[in-house]
């Protein structure tokens, strides 16, 4: 079965750090560039970040760069986002996501065919 679970989301305070993951299964994991997503109470979902298929390439938001770093372990099947000196504004349900294209990668939604059901994250201030 092809599907993706994350985990890692949960209440931390500004300043804080937390290191959601994103298991996938289904489909060979080294073939396919994976990026993080996010939505927020009241607006549409946004690009936080993507990693190409080998791990040697990322790109991230403006809003999170320098703060946030994405990572896979593809010997795992597992794609990370490791958030620092998190905001209240970064307070969203965060959802992992891959793309089968073959794309180096991907920085829309529309260029992603699978999603987990997405992890919530909530920075207290």
């Known amino acids: 079965q092809v599907q993706l679970v994350e985990s890692g989301g949960g209440l931390v305070q500004a300043g804080g750090s937390l290191r959601p993951s994103c298991a996938a299964s289904g489909r060979t994991f080294s073939t396919y560039a994976m990026g993080w997503f996010r939505q927020a109470p009241g607006k549409e979902r946004e690009f936080v970040s993507t990693i190409n298929r080998s791990g040697g390439s990322t790109h991230y938001a403006d809003s999170v760069k320098g703060r946030f770093t994405i990572s896979r372990d593809n010997a795992r099947n597992t794609v990370y986002l490791q958030m620092n000196s998190l905001k209240p504004e970064d307070t969203a349900v965060y959802y992992c996501?891959?793309?089968?294209?073959?794309?180096?990668?991907?920085?829309?939604?529309?260029?992603?065919?699978?999603w987990g059901q997405g992890t919530h994250v909530t920075v207290s201030s």
């Open positions: 996501a891959a793309d089968y294209s073959g794309r180096y990668y991907a920085l829309r939604a529309d260029e992603y065919e699978l």
